[in-house]
Each structure stands twice: as structure tokens, then as C-alpha cells.
């Protein structure tokens, strides 16, 4: 049997969980409501969805060096008091996120930040591949759905697979630990650094460097 849009909903009203949360949680629990409930809540996501209101005026701007000084990345984590800002747990927070970005180098904090411009590029791009490929007109959109979502999680923080646990997104970590912590984190911006970033380097090749110093 399967989950009707109405215990969905129930779900949400007693958690204010997400509507995907919530479904999610009923299909593990066989529907079961005091089970998803529970699963929910193990997971932070019913206390996170009842948080989600709180102003998150306090945290730490969080530094983070990498590779002998050859990466660097600062961001900006906030929760609702300065007791949980000084906390190790909230520090350790800090220190994972920036280093999952070290690593995987996000372009945007979240999908709201890709400017128009760019998210109709890759729309453009990818249409013309799947024409390319054949496929028909009426599933090319259902198909292009799928490929943003990919996009996304390239090159947006919040949607990336956390590099220390792929089963859960940045997004879903930060809600996990809301729920542990019993206050609202968020993650307000970040910018990474990389030594010789934007420096255009001159490559040459050892045969042509001999030649131009025998015309000199």
C-alpha cells in the first residue's frame, strides 16, 4: 500500500518537516505515523523544520588553510546564541564545512544565488545535446529537470554530498545538527581562495625558449 498525500500532510503538520522529508520517513516507517515521527526527529529534521523561523544573529566567521597555505577558505556559520557559537561542537561544524569546501570548490552558496544567465546557458547547452542524441521533443524537459538537479549539486554548497558522509547534503548536515544542538544553524557565505587563482601563467616550451634566446 502505498503513502497517500494526506498522511503526507498530517506528517508535516505534526513535524513541519519537508513534504520529500516526510514521505521519506513514512515509506521507512510502512507508514506507520509515530514511527516517522520518530525517524524524523532522529534524524533533526522535525526540530530543524520548527526552528526554521529563529533569527540566527550570532556564530563565527571560520578560517580554514590548506596544503601548506595553498588554499584558504573563510565562511560565515550562525545560530541563535553566543553560548552555542563557543561551543567545540559548533566549531568542529565550522571546520568540516570549510573543508568540504577546500575540496570541492562550490561556485554558489545555493541554487537561489546561480544568476538567470547562466542556469538558461546550461538549460541551452544541455537541449542541444539531447537533440543531438535523438531524443524526443516531449521528454527532453523531464530529462533537463534531472540534469540541473546534477548541476546543482556541482556547483551549489547547500545541495553538494557532504565529503565525509555522502549520504546526506551540506543542507541536510546542517539540519541534522540544528536538531542535535536544539538551536537554528545556518550558513550565511563562504569564498574559498587558491594560490594563483585568476594569474594568467605563461607556459613555454624548452625548444622554443632556446630559440628565442639564440635570436636575442
Known amino acids: 500500500m502505498g503513502i497517500t498525500a494526506s498522511e503526507i500532510a498530517q506528517l508535516r503538520a505534526k513535524t513541519g518537516a519537508g513534504m520529500m522529508d516526510c514521505k521519506n520517513a513514512l515509506e521507512e516507517a510502512a507508514g506507520n505515523m509515530d514511527q516517522a515521527i520518530d525517524i524524523l526527529r532522529k534524524k533533526g529534521i522535525a526540530k530543524a523544520a520548527k526552528r526554521a523561523d529563529k533569527?540566527?544573529?550570532?556564530?563565527?566567521?571560520y578560517s580554514y588553510i590548506h596544503g601548506e597555505g595553498r588554499i584558504g577558505v573563510l565562511l560565515e556559520?550562525?545560530?541563535e546564541t553566543d553560548f552555542v557559537?563557543?561551543?567545540?561542537?559548533?566549531?568542529?561544524?565550522?571546520?568540516?564545512?570549510?573543508?568540504?569546501?577546500?575540496?570541492?570548490?562550490?561556485?554558489?552558496?545555493?541554487?537561489?544565488?546561480?544568476n538567470i544567465e547562466e542556469i538558461e546557458r546550461e538549460k541551452d547547452i544541455y537541449r542541444a545535446?539531447?537533440?543531438?542524441?535523438?531524443?524526443?521533443?516531449e521528454m527532453i524537459e523531464?530529462?533537463?529537470?534531472?540534469?540541473?538537479?546534477?548541476?546543482?549539486?556541482?556547483v551549489c554548497?547547500?545541495?553538494?554530498?557532504?565529503?565525509?558522509?555522502?549520504?546526506?547534503?551540506?543542507?541536510?548536515?546542517?539540519?541534522?545538527?540544528?536538531?542535535?544542538?536544539?538551536?537554528?544553524?545556518?550558513l550565511r557565505r563562504f569564498v574559498r581562495f587558491e594560490l594563483g587563482e585568476g594569474i594568467e601563467k605563461v607556459c613555454k616550451d624548452f625548444a622554443e625558449e632556446v630559440r628565442e634566446q639564440m635570436e636575442v
Open 55 to 61: 533569527i540566527t544573529a550570532e556564530g563565527l566567521v
Open 77 to 79: 556559520l550562525n545560530c
Open 85 to 114: 557559537a563557543k561551543t567545540d561542537q559548533f566549531k568542529n561544524l565550522a571546520n568540516d564545512i570549510a573543508m568540504h569546501i577546500a575540496a570541492t570548490n562550490p561556485k554558489y552558496l545555493s541554487k537561489e544565488d546561480v
Open 129 to 137: 545535446q539531447l537533440k543531438n542524441e535523438g531524443k524526443p521533443e
Open 142 to 154: 523531464k530529462i533537463l529537470e534531472g540534469k540541473m538537479s546534477r548541476y546543482y549539486t556541482e
Open 157 to 186: 554548497l547547500l545541495e553538494q554530498a557532504f565529503i565525509k558522509d555522502e549520504e546526506k547534503t551540506i543542507i541536510q548536515l546542517l539540519n541534522e545538527k540544528t536538531g542535535e544542538i536544539g538551536e537554528k544553524i545556518s
